[in-house]
C-alpha cells in the first residue's frame, strides 16, 4: 500500500531551530535548525516507510493572501539570518537524500500540501502530513492524517478525525471555522476580538460554522459577544478565508514524481561530515558495491612485495629516499591503537612490511630514524607519536599528505588518504570502513587484503605528493606548510607524547564534593518547592515553576512551558528556586562530563592525559582536542575553573605556567582594519571593552557601567564572528532593535572596521576566497551565489576568517618559536597545553624566573602587528593556580 508523506519544511526548520541552542560547524555554519529537521526525517524515514515523500517550502514572503489582507503574516519579526542561512542546507540535506522538494512562487506550503493530499486522497492512498501548523489540521480525512511536532520536533502527536473530534468536537474542515472566531497571532490573522479558543468551540459545538454564528448573532448569550460579532462580521469572514488552505494551486507536480526509492548512504555521509553531525554517521548505511555491478572496487591492481624475516636482506637497498610511508594502526587512536604493518612506495618499488617482521628489521629500523631519509607520509604527527608509544623512532618526515590536503581545501576537515588519492592522484583507495568494516562489526582483515590494502596506501601517496607540491605552489602555500604547519605537527608530537599529568585523587575528592553541593541543592530546591519532585524531569520541573509557584511563562513548546536554560536565566530574577536549579544542572554536567569523562583518560601506565590535537579540523586553521577535549573545560563558574586543580608537574616542585594572549583577535582586527580608534585604544594600554562602551555611549571613562561594559564586550568580539543583530539580541537578552542600533553605533565610531569588512567582502567576491596574514586561504564557493542566504553567510565568513585565522597561525608561531627557544637555551621546562588563545608549561623552580620573561616574550613577538599583542603569565603548583 502506499504512504505519502509530506513535510511543511518551513515549519519544521522554524520549531527546530528555536528548540535547539544555535549550533555551528566548525567553519562557523549554522546548524541547529538542520540537526532538529535531520532528526525528524530520520525518524520518519525509520518508522513511517514513506513510499512516496515530499517537502514543501514557501517560495518567497508575498502570497496571493496579501491581496485579501495586507497585513497578512504582518506580525513576524523577521527571520534571523541564522535560521534563514540553513534553508540552502535542509535543501542540500534532501537533494543528499534523494527526497523531492518544492516551492510555487505566490503560495505557500501549505497550499501545495493542501492540492497534493487532495490528489492523494483521490486515489486512497495513505498520507501523512508531517507540520507544526495547526491550520493543517482542516486537512485531515479518512486517508489523510496529519502529524503535529512537539518538543520542537523530536515527537509527533498524529490526527485522523477521530482524534479532532475528542480533542475539539469537531470535523476537521470546522478548524477553519474555529481559526475564523478566535484569529491566528502568529499569522496575524485577526478573529474576532475577545474571542478565544474557548468561546469559538462553544460556538461552534452550538451553531457549527462562522457564517451560521454570524446569523444567529441575536440568540448568542452576552451582549458583549454579540457586540464584537456584530462589529466585526467582516473580519471573522475574512480571517476564515485566510485560515483556508488552498486545495487548487497550480502545483504541476505528479504525486507519482514523489516516489522514494532510499537513499545514497555515501552523500549522506558526506553531508553529514560536512555538518558534524558525528553521532548521526553511526545510523547511516553505506551500500557496499555488489558483486557484478561493474562498479570498480579498488585500485587498478598493480605489483606489490611482501617483506618476510627469510627475504628483508634483499629489500634493504629498495629503502631509499624519498620513500612514501604509511604506517597501519588498529584503532583511531594512535595513543593506544597496535601497528599491524608498513607500506612503503617509491618509483618502481611497492613493499608491505608486517608489524613482527619491521620490529626486528634493523635495516628498517635504521632507516626509519635516519633523519636524512626523506619520508612522504600521509600524518606525519600520527605517526611519530604511533611509533614512540612502540619505542621505534621515526624522522625525515619532508612532506605530510594530510597537512597539505587541508592547506588546499580548509573546509574538508580531516581528510582521508582514499579522498586525497581520489582528488589529487585519481586513484581509488579502498577506505578503511569498505576494508575493516563499521562499528560492532569492525574486524582486521586477512593479512592478503591487509597487505594490499596497506601497499594501495602507500602507492597513493607516492602518487599524491607531486601533484599536492603543484597546487600549494600555485596557492602561494608552500612556506605555510614548511614553515607552520609541519614543524608546529613535531611540537605537537612531542606535547602529545609528553602528556599532563592528572592527580586522580584529586579528581574523586572534587567529585565528592560536587555529589555534596548537589545534595545540598536538592535539599534546597525541594524546601523551595514545598516537597521533593524529580528536577530533571521537564514536565515535573514546569509543574513547580508553572502551575505551583505561579512564575510567568517565557516560551511554550506543544507539551507545556519551556524549561530550557535560556528560559530558567530569565526567570531568575522572579523566585530563588532558579538559581538553585541553574546550578543544580551545571554542577551535574560537571561531575559527569568532566570529573567522570576526564578520569577515564588517564593513562594507566603515565598516571597521565595525553589529548590528541587536530590540525585539521576547523576551517580557520584553530586547533582543537579530542581524548580528552581540554579546550571544553568550563571556566565560567568556580567548580569548573577547579578541575584545573587535577593538572599538575609531572615532577615533585616543579610549577605549572600558563601565559594567555590578551584579546588576540581584536588587536588583529585593528591592525587588519586599520581602525584608528582601535590602533589608538590598544596603544595606549587601555581596556578595549570600557574604551569601546565609552565611545559608543558617549561617557567618560569614570561613566562606564558594568551592564554598559558588557555590552560592549558582546559587541566586540561579536563583530569578529559576523555577528546579527538577532544574535547579539540573544547574547545579551535585549530586543533586535536595540541590538541592531546598538550595532550602529559601533560602527559610526569605529568606521574603519566597517570599511575593511565592506572592502574584504568585495575582495573575496573578486578573487573567490579570503586569506590571513600568512596566507592561509580559504575558499568561499558560495561568495557569488544568486541565494540570499548562501551568499550572506559567505560574506561573514569572509570578515571574520582573516581575524581568526590569523589568530591561530599566530600562536602556532608561538609554539614552534617557544620550542626553539627551550631547545637552544638547554632549559628543561616543557610545552605542555595549547587551549585557545593560551599556553601551559610545566617549569623546575630554578628555570622559573627565566620563563615569566621568555614566555610573553616569544609570544608576544610571534608576529609584528601595528598595535602590540600583550601576553598574561602566571604560575603556580597546578593549572588551577597558575590562572
Known amino acids: 500500500m502506499s504512504h505519502f508523506v509530506l513535510i511543511d519544511g518551513n515549519s519544521v526548520a522554524n520549531r527546530a531551530f528555536y528548540a535547539l541552542p544555535l549550533l555551528s560547524t566548525s567553519a562557523g555554519l549554522h546548524t541547529n535548525a538542520v540537526l532538529g529537521f535531520t532528526t525528524m526525517l530520520l525518524r520518519v524515514l525509520e518508522e513511517m516507510k514513506p513510499t512516496h515523500i515530499m517537502v514543501a517550502f514557501d517560495a518567497g514572503k508575498v502570497v496571493f493572501r496579501h491581496s485579501e489582507y495586507a497585513e497578512y503574516k504582518g506580525g513576524r ?209 553505506v551500500a557496499q558495491p555488489a558483486e557484478g555491478s561493474g562498479q570498480e572496487t579498488s585500485a587498478k591492481p598493480f605489483e606489490f612485495e611482501v617483506v618476510t624475516e627469510e627475504n628483508a636482506d634483499k629489500y634493504a637497498d629498495k629503502l631509499t629516499s624519498p620513500m612514501a610511508l604509511y604506517i597501519e594502526m588498529d584503532g583511531e587512536n594512535y595513543h593506544h591503537a597496535p601497528i599491524l604493518g608498513f607500506g612503503l612506495a617509491a618509483e618502481g618499488t611497492v613493499l608491505f612490511v608486517p608489524w613482527d617482521v619491521a620490529r626486528e628489521w634493523k635495516a628498517f629500523c635504521a632507516w626509519l630514524a635516519d633523519p636524512a631519509k626523506e619520508k612522504w607520509a600521509f600524518d606525519g604527527k600520527r605517526d611519530t607519536v604511533g611509533l614512540a608509544w612502540h619505542g621505534l623512532e621515526a624522522n625525515g618526515i619532508s612532506f605530510d599528505v594530510y597537512l597539505a590536503s587541508y592547506l588546499l581545501n580548509a573546509s574538508e576537515s580531516n581528510p582521508t588518504l582514499d579522498s586525497i588519492a581520489s582528488q589529487y592522484a585519481q586513484v581509488r583507495v579502498l577506505s578503511d570502513e569498505e576494508v575493516y568494516g563499521k562499528g560492532a562489526k569492525r574486524l582486521v582483515p586477512e593479512m592478503d587484503v591487509l597487505c594490499e590494502h596497506v601497499a594501495h596506501k602507500a602507492a597513493a601517496i607516492w602518487q599524491s605528493v607531486p601533484v599536492l607540491r603543484e597546487q600549494l605552489a600555485e596557492n602561494e602555500m608552500v612556506e605555510l606548510l614548511r614553515d607552520l604547519e609541519a614543524p608546529l605537527s613535531m611540537v605537537l608530537a612531542r606535547m602529545e607524547k609528553q602528556g599532563v599529568k592528572v592527580n586522580s585523587e584529586r579528581l574523586v575528592q572534587m567529585g565528592e564534593e560536587l555529589d555534596k553541593k548537589l545534595a545540598d541543592l536538592t535539599t534546597q530546591i525541594y524546601d523551595l518547592a514545598g516537597g521533593p519532585f524529580n528536577i530533571n524531569s521537564p514536565k515535573q520541573l514546569g509543574e513547580i515553576l508553572f502551575d505551583k509557584l505561579a512564575l ?263 609554539m614552534i618559536r617557544m620550542q626553539e627557544s627551550l631547545e637552544q637555551k638547554g632549559l628543561s621546562s616543557r610545552m605542555l597545553l595549547q587551549v585557545h588563545d593560551e599556553l601551559v608549561f610545566e617549569v623546575p623552580e630554578n628555570e622559573l624566573a627565566i620563563m615569566r620573561k621568555l614566555v610573553p616574550e616569544v609570544m608576544e613577538g610571534a608576529l609584528a602587528l601595528d598595535v602590540p599583542l600583550k601576553v598574561d603569565v602566571s604560575d603556580g603548583r597546578s593549572w588551577y593556580d597558575a590562572k
Do not use: C
Open 77 to 285: 519579526s523577521k527571520t534571523p539570518p541564522e535560521l534563514s542561512e540553513q534553508f540552502p542546507l535542509i535543501r542540500e540535506l534532501l537533494d543528499a537524500f534523494s527526497i523531492k522538494h518544492f516551492e510555487l512562487e505566490g503560495y505557500e506550503a501549505d497550499d501545495i500540501i493542501g492540492t497534493l493530499t487532495r490528489h492523494a486522497d483521490a486515489q486512497a492512498w495513505k498520507t501523512t502530513v508531517i507540520t507544526g501548523d495547526k491550520d493543517m489540521l482542516q486537512l485531515v480525512s479518512d486517508h489523510v492524517s496529519v502529524a503535529l511536532t512537539r518538543k520542537g520536533v523530536s515527537e509527533i502527536e498524529l490526527y485522523t478525525p477521530q482524534e479532532i473530534q475528542e480533542k475539539y468536537g469537531l470535523a476537521p474542515l470546522q478548524i477553519i471555522d474555529l481559526k475564523g472566531l478566535m484569529g491566528d497571532s502568529s499569522d496575524n490573522i485577526p478573529g474576532v476580538p475577545g474571542v478565544g479558543e474557548k468561546t469559538a468551540l462553544k460556538l461552534l459545538h452550538e451553531y457549527g460554522s462562522v457564517e451560521k454564528v454570524l446569523e444567529n448573532i441575536d440568540r448568542i448569550s452576552g451582549k458583549k459577544l454579540q457586540e464584537n460579532l456584530r462589529e466585526n462580521v467582516d473580519k471573522a469572514n475574512m480571517s476564515k478565508a485566510l485560515a483556508t488552505i488552498l486545495r487548487e494551486a497550480p502545483v504541476e507536480l505528479d504525486v507519482h514524481e514523489t516516489a522514494y526509492g532510499g537513499y545514497d548512504g555515501a552523500l549522506v555521509s558526506d553531508f553529514f561530515k560536512k555538518m558534524e553531525f558525528k553521532s548521526l554517521l553511526s545510523k547511516i548505511k
Open 552 to 814: 510567568p511563562v517565557i516560551k511554550k513548546t506543544k507539551t507545556g512551558p519551556s524549561t530550557s536554560a535560556d528560559v530558567l536565566e530569565k526567570l531568575a530574577p522572579y523566585h530563588p528556586i532558579i538559581d538553585a536549579i541553574l546550578n543544580f544542572r551545571q554542577l551535574g554536567k560537571l561531575r559527569s562530563t568532566y570529573i567522570e569523562g576526564l578520569t577515564k583518560e588517564i593513562h594507566t601506565k603515565t598516571s597521565k592525559v595525553h589529548t590528541l590535537y587536530n590540525q585539521a579540523t576547523t576551517a580557520t586553521g584553530r586547533l582543537s582536542s579530542t581524548e580528552p577535549n581540554l579546550q571544553n573545560i568550563p571556566i565560567r563558574m568556580e567548580e569548573g575553573r577547579k578541575i584545573r586543580e587535577a593538572f599538575i608537574p609531572s615532577e615533585d616542585g616543579w610549577y605549572m605556567l600558563a601565559a594567555d594572549y590578551s584579546q588576540i583577535e581584536l588587536r588583529i582586527l585593528a591592525h587588519i582594519s586599520g581602525d584608528e580608534n582601535l590602533i589608538d585604544a590598544f596603544r595606549k594600554g587601555m581596556d578595549i571593552h570600557t574604551r569601546t562602551a565609552m565611545d559608543v555611549f558617549g561617557v567618560s571613562e569614570g561613566e562606564v557601567t558594568s551592564l554598559m561594559r558588557r555590552q560592549a564586550k558582546a559587541v566586540n568580539f561579536g563583530i569578529v564572528y559576523g555577528i546579527s543583530d538577532y544574535g547579539l539580541s540573544q547574547n545579551l537578552n535585549i530586543t533586535r532593535k536595540e541590538a541592531a542600533e546598538f550595532i550602529e553605533r559601533y560602527f559610526a565610531v569605529f568606521s574603519g572596521v566597517k570599511r575593511w569588512m565592506d572592502e574584504i567582502v568585495q575582495q573575496a567576491k573578486q578573487d573567490g576566497y579570503v586569506t590571513t596574514l600568512l596566507h592561509r586561504r580559504r575558499y568561499l564557493p558560495d561568495i557569488r551565489s544568486s541565494n540570499f542566504n548562501l551568499r550572506s553567510f559567505a560574506e561573514r565568513t569572509a570578515m571574520n576568517t582573516p581575524i581568526q585565522g590569523t589568530a591561530a597561525d599566530v600562536i602556532k608561531l608561538a
